[in-house]
């Protein structure tokens, strides 16, 4: 199993731009979820999917930020347009709530995208 | 509002000590809390605790929860270099839908 897989690893980009992060969530699992990490706020849930259909967006800080999953092995996060206090660690993670997994072991997480926004 | 504080927020210790870490919830249909260790990449799962006053142990760490006082501490004996890392407990609830809540996280450093 290749667990969740985000990319890109990093992503530096200038004030404006449009930047998208993508996820892979591990195969079987139906819940798909979106942080973001900073120093000051720690974790915080963005959204999260349930078999593909959004479910809770509140975290979503701003009309920039939108995320889709057309299908159960996909996600974006998108920015548009970026600004310098979007930088973070943006992380991806999956779990198959009410299955084994998820009982004994929670979520999964992706190794994140670091963004740097100049 | 659902919330999760960990505290102390950082510390720094010498190895061997041991160390307790802390976390209090406020979650609305609380089902379990977890917590996660995070080195330089994804946080990575140690424990879930969904019952009260049950020690869980793994090795040097060993964990409990009281659902009563709406908290769970984290124990780590004879530390070593290699714990140090950011520990993160989160708070699972049902209300409505499922998710988790993550406290800010507590940044332990064991120096050699």
């Known amino acids: 199993d290749a667990g969740v897989i985000q990319s890109p690893r990093h992503e530096v980009t200038e004030m404006g731009q449009e930047v998208t992060l993508r996820c892979k969530p591990i195969?079987?699992?139906?819940?798909l979820f979106w942080y973001r990490q900073t120093m000051m706020r720690g974790l915080e849930l963005l959204i999260y999917?349930?078999?593909?259909?959004?479910?809770?967006d509140s975290g979503m800080p701003e009309d920039r930020f939108s995320a889709k999953m057309p299908n159960a092995s996909f996600s974006t996060l998108k920015i548009q347009p970026s600004e310098p206090r979007d930088s973070a660690v943006y992380f991806c993670?999956?779990?198959?709530?009410?299955?084994?997994?998820?009982?004994?072991?929670?979520?999964?997480f992706g190794s994140g995208t670091r963004l740097t926004v100049v | 509002e659902d919330k999760v504080v960990q505290s102390p927020l950082s510390l720094v210790v010498h190895e061997g000590d041991t160390v307790t870490l802390n976390c209090s919830y406020e979650?609305?249909?609380?089902?379990?809390l977890l917590w996660y260790k995070q080195e330089k990449k994804a946080p990575t799962f140690l424990f879930m605790l969904?019952?009260?006053?049950i020690e869980k142990k793994s090795g040097r760490l060993s964990s409990i929860l009281d659902k009563k006082e709406l908290f769970s501490i984290l124990n780590i004996t004879a530390t070593q270099t290699g714990d140090s890392a950011i520990y993160l407990c989160?708070?699972?609830?049902?209300?409505?839908?499922?998710?988790?809540?993550f406290g800010t996280g507590t940044r332990l450093k064991v120096l050699a």
């Open positions: 989160a708070a699972a609830t049902t209300s409505g839908t499922y998710k988790y809540i």
């Open positions: 993670a999956s779990s198959l709530v009410g299955g084994a997994q998820s009982i004994n072991y929670g979520y999964t």
């Open positions: 999917f349930n078999n593909n259909v959004p479910i809770d």
């Open positions: 979650v609305t249909n609380f089902r379990s």
């Open positions: 969904t019952s009260s006053g």
């Open positions: 195969s079987g699992h139906d819940y």
